[in-house]
């Protein structure tokens, strides 16, 4: 059943009830309590550590604003998370650029704009930034991303420091690579970097990499780099069977995983997205039929892995609850999308009884949501409204 707090946020506690609200909708949307963004990121400001927020996690614009207004970097991973987020008013010198891809236009582009860090995930990459650094007259500020050989427990598609992964510069490559950069002065190795992973549940994983990365700070630092920063990255995870009561209850221990545990004086970096925005979204969807099968029966939603791909792409699970709670026995549903794929579905559900133009709320959505939505089957992009403080705005 639906907490106090999430029926406060879909039924309005706040001056828009929710059920008179899906009235005058005709497709799915995605709902942000933006006002629980703000309490989790003001919680990690009180970490001490510099802290970046996930762009990749959730690209809303009146959310991130209300992040950098807040006192929050960002750690983008794209061109187009670059500018967006200049465009919300982060300087430049609040943002961190990660991700693989950075060729040639992106590196430009945060060297003219002399953004706060690039995390460089490969020597070729280090070398193209060199040569750009170069022609330009500049120096870059760089930190290298390290795969430090940790499989994190959680999916395996979001573990990303595994030996083969495609992220970071492999561990048993640094020596080259730092004999190299000692001959180059187009960049400043000014931090290393690390990220594990998403979704991460246990604490001690941080512990171990937060150790590990400590470590080779100092050997580096020993090897002449005047080091200074050590990005630990994100992947805190939350409990998406349970509501957020206790989530913030988990931060002391991520801290002081983060944070006293690598032994060293540098300037610690965090960068998390999920913790802070997933509680924050709902995704509210129509029944369209309600088909009964040989042994199962279909909730057919208006909207499915078109609007929300984590179940078919992770097996990720997401709470679901109808807005309209009919008396009786609950029944198991197969909630599923329209699309015409199989994988198009949100698993089984035991739910008050549903019946077609029913509403649902698909909950903590706001992570991995609306980023990855599609217009697959010419479906539309879901809308995106948000509240905070009162007045309810629409994207």
Excluded at 347 to 366: K, M, N, Q, S, T
Aim: proline residues 4%; glycine residues 8%; aromatic residues 8%.
């Amino acid at each position: 059943m639906l907490s106090n707090s999430e029926w406060q946020l879909i039924e309005g506690a706040t001056a828009w009830p929710l059920k008179t609200f899906v009235q005058n909708q005709s497709r799915a949307f995605y709902v942000y309590d933006l006002s629980d963004a703000r309490d989790r990121a003001r919680a990690f400001k009180k970490s001490g550590a510099r802290v970046h927020f996930a762009v990749k996690a959730n690209s809303h614009a009146r959310l991130l604003t209300m992040l950098k207004a807040e006192g929050l970097g960002a750690d983008v991973v794209s061109l187009g998370e670059l500018v967006k987020a200049l465009a919300c008013g982060f300087a430049p010198e609040d943002v961190i650029f990660s991700g693989v891809g950075k060729g040639r236009e992106e590196l430009s582009f945060a060297l003219q704009k002399r953004i706060f860090q690039i995390n460089v995930e490969s020597f070729e990459e280090l070398q193209l930034l060199s040569r750009l650094a170069a022609e330009k007259g500049v120096v870059a500020d760089a930190a290298v991303r390290i795969n430090v050989h940790v499989a994190a427990p959680t999916h395996k598609n979001i573990q990303t420091a595994t030996e083969e992964s495609k992220f970071g510069l492999d561990i048993r490559q640094l020596p080259d690579v730092l004999t190299w950069l000692k001959a180059q002065s187009s960049v400043r190795l000014k931090g290393l970097a690390v990220h594990v992973g998403s979704q991460i549940m246990d604490v001690g994983v941080f512990q171990e990499v937060s150790r590990k990365m400590g470590d080779l700070y100092r050997e580096v630092t020993a090897a002449g780099f005047p080091l200074e920063r050590l990005d630990l990255g994100g992947g805190l995870g939350i409990d998406y069977h349970k509501s957020g009561d206790n989530d913030l209850a988990r931060l002391p221990e991520y801290f002081k995983a983060n944070l006293e545990n690598h032994g060293t004086n540098a300037q610690i970096l965090l960068e998390p997205g999920r913790f802070i925005v997933a509680r924050m979204g709902v995704l509210i969807a129509q029944v369209v039929h309600v088909k009964r099968g040989v042994n199962l029966q279909f909730a057919i939603l208006n909207a499915g892995m078109n609007a929300l791909m984590r179940p078919a792409l992770y097996q990720a699970y997401h709470r679901i609850e109808p807005l309209t709670l009919r008396p009786g026995p609950r029944q198991v549903y197969n909630v599923v999308g329209p699309l015409c794929e199989s994988t198009d579905t949100f698993g089984g559900r035991e739910l008050p009884e549903l019946r077609p133009e029913d509403w649902v709320a698909i909950f903590d959505a706001g992570a991995y949501g609306a980023v990855m939505a599609n217009t697959y089957n010419e479906m539309q992009i879901p809308a995106q409204w948000s509240l905070l403080d009162g007045r309810l705005e629409v994207l």
